[in-house]
T-cell receptor
């Protein structure tokens, strides 16, 4: 079964608002990554957070990791139309696999 | 640099036919991956490789084979295609457990 599970499955917000999506996983991880996928394209890496980190920032992105709850969140501040995409979390494991969740579809309304 | 490239971009097969998908990367990455993406299913790992000459099974390996004879190439083979293998296939590479770089994908339809 897939390791990461994103929540919600879909999210629509007004341009300028903040978007928050969550990822939960089942077993211990080394790293957790977030990716974005525009329709019909390959995935693009956004941010990597290590298991010993609690928070990381990159531009308008803020990622948190709570290893005790086995969960992570991705916050996109001041959303723009170009942020419309699917967002995936990916977790890596001791057996070298990286497992992706099913993703959150984000739609930014004008 | 081209990054990660995939060949072909589109392909239509009949049930029972075979084909090979080619992935190439020019970033000298050790790790390479093959995923399939189906509507509502996210990405599922088919096979992966942690170095030249090595391969391992992912979440959904049945019906696929892979080879990594050269560090820069990772081939995915379908010996006898089935309609259930209709999907979009993505290849990715990474420097160990760092960010993965994805190719543009191959859209495969099996009739």
């Amino acid at each position: 079964s897939q390791q990461g599970e994103e929540d919600p499955q879909a999210l629509s917000i007004q341009e300028g608002e903040n978007a928050t999506m969550n990822c939960s996983y089942k077993t211990s991880i080394n790293n957790l990554q977030w990716y974005r996928q525009n329709s019909g394209r390959g995935l693009v890496h956004l941010i990597l957070i290590r298991s010993n980190e609690r928070e990381k920032h990159s531009g308008r992105l803020r990622v948190t990791l709570d290893t005790s709850k086995k969960s992570s969140s991705l916050l996109i501040t001041a959303s723009r139309a170009a942020d419309t995409a699917s967002y995936f979390c990916a977790t890596d494991h001791r057996d070298d696999k990286i497992i992706f969740g099913k993703g959150t579809r984000l739609h930014i309304l004008p | 640099n081209a990054g990660v490239t995939q060949t072909p971009k589109f392909r239509v097969l009949k049930t029972g036919q075979s084909m090979t998908l080619l992935c190439a990367q020019d970033m000298n990455h050790e790790y390479m991956y093959w995923y399939r993406q189906d509507p509502g299913m996210g990405l599922r790992l088919i096979h992966y490789s942690v170095g030249e000459g090595t391969t391992a099974k992912g979440e959904v390996p049945d019906g696929y084979n892979v080879s990594r004879l050269k560090k820069q190439n990772f081939l995915l083979g379908l010996e006898s295609a089935a309609p259930s293998q209709t999907s979009v296939y993505f290849c990715a590479s990474s420097y160990y457990f760092q960010e993965q770089f994805f190719g543009p994908g191959t859209r495969l339809t099996v009739l």
